[in-house]
T-cell receptor, first 113, second 115 residues
Framework: SQQGEEDPQALSIQEGENATMNCSYK?????LQWYRQNSGRGLVHLIL?????REKHSGRLRVTLDTSKKSSSLLITASRAADTASYFC?????????????FGKGTRLSVIA | SAVISQKPSRDICQRGTSLTIQCQVD?????MFWYRQQPGQSLTLIAT?????????ESGFVIDKFPISRPNLTFSTLTVSNMSPEDSSIYLC????????????FGPGTRLTVL
C-alpha cells in the first residue's frame, strides 16, 4: 500500500523555472528518499534525508523534511528539459532495520524548452 | 552505489506461461527487494529476499505466483508464474546495504507484456 502522497500529480513548467514537488506520509519514518524515473525505466536515486535532518542539498536539488507535518518537498532549481521525468518519494518506516521503502504515487514533471 | 543489472530488459509472453527475471548486483548486499510497477502507477513491493532465509511476501502476493530465489549475496531471481495480461508491468529489483538509514538502489527494470 502507498505510504506517501505527492502533489501535484503533474507539473508543467518552462525551462529555467524552479519546480517544487511535495510529499506527505502517514507513519513515523527513519528516512525519506527521492527518486527520478524517466519514461518507465529504472529509478535513479536522488537524495536521502534522515528523520533527524531538516534540509539537504545536492547540486540543483533541495529537499526539506518536516516530521511534525509528515511532509517533505523536493525543489529543482533552474530546471532543464532533461529534468522531465516522474519523481517519487519513498519512506522507510520506524521499525526493524529491514523495513523496505514504500512509495508515493509520484509527480510527473514536464519541463518545456 | 551498487550497480544492478536485470535480464531480460523486456519480454512479450503468452498467457499461461512463466518468466524468470534475473537480478545481478556488482557487490554483496544484504537486502534485496522486488517491486512491481503497473502501467502509469507507482511501485508496489512484492517481496523482500534476504540471503539465507525465505522471501517475505507482501499482502496480495504469494509464493506460488511469484517464487523468488536468493542463492547468494549478489544474485536473485523472480519468477512470474502462470501469467495473465494483468501481470503486464515493469518488475524492478532493488538492493540496500545495511540498515534502514542507507540508500536503496534500483535496477533498470524488466518490462513484461502478457498477451
Amino acid at each position: 500500500s502507498q505510504q506517501g502522497e505527492e502533489d501535484p500529480q503533474a507539473l508543467s513548467i518552462q525551462e529555467g523555472e524552479n519546480a517544487t514537488m511535495n510529499c506527505s506520509y502517514k507513519t513515523s519514518i527513519n528516512n525519506l528518499q527521492w527518486y527520478r524515473q524517466n519514461s518507465g525505466r529504472g529509478l535513479v536515486h536522488l537524495i536521502l534525508i534522515r528523520s533527524n535532518e531538516r534540509e539537504k542539498h545536492s547540486g540543483r536539488l533541495r529537499v526539506t523534511l518536516d516530521t511534525s507535518k509528515k511532509s517533505s518537498s523536493l525543489l529543482i532549481t533552474a530546471s532543464r528539459a532533461a529534468d522531465t521525468a516522474s519523481y517519487f518519494c519513498a519512506t522507510a518506516s520506524v521499525g526493524s532495520g529491514n523495513t523496505p521503502l514504500v512509495f508515493g504515487k509520484g509527480t510527473r514533471l514536464s519541463v518545456i524548452a | 552505489s551498487a550497480v544492478i543489472s536485470q535480464k531480460p530488459s523486456r519480454d512479450i509472453c503468452q498467457r499461461g506461461t512463466s518468466l524468470t527475471i534475473q537480478c545481478q548486483v556488482d557487490s554483496q548486499v544484504t537486502m534485496m527487494f522486488w517491486y512491481r510497477q503497473q502501467p502509469g502507477q507507482s511501485l508496489t513491493l512484492i517481496a523482500t529476499a534476504n540471503q539465507g532465509s525465505e522471501a517475505t511476501y507482501e499482502s496480495g502476493f504469494v509464493i506460488d505466483k511469484f517464487p523468488i530465489s536468493r542463492p547468494n549475496l549478489t544474485f536473485s531471481t523472480l519468477t512470474v508464474s502462470n501469467m495473465s495480461p494483468e501481470d503486464s508491468s515493469i518488475y524492478l529489483c532493488s538492493v540496500r546495504q545495511g540498515g534502514t538509514y542507507n540508500e536503496q538502489f534500483f535496477g533498470p527494470g524488466t518490462r513484461l507484456t502478457v498477451l
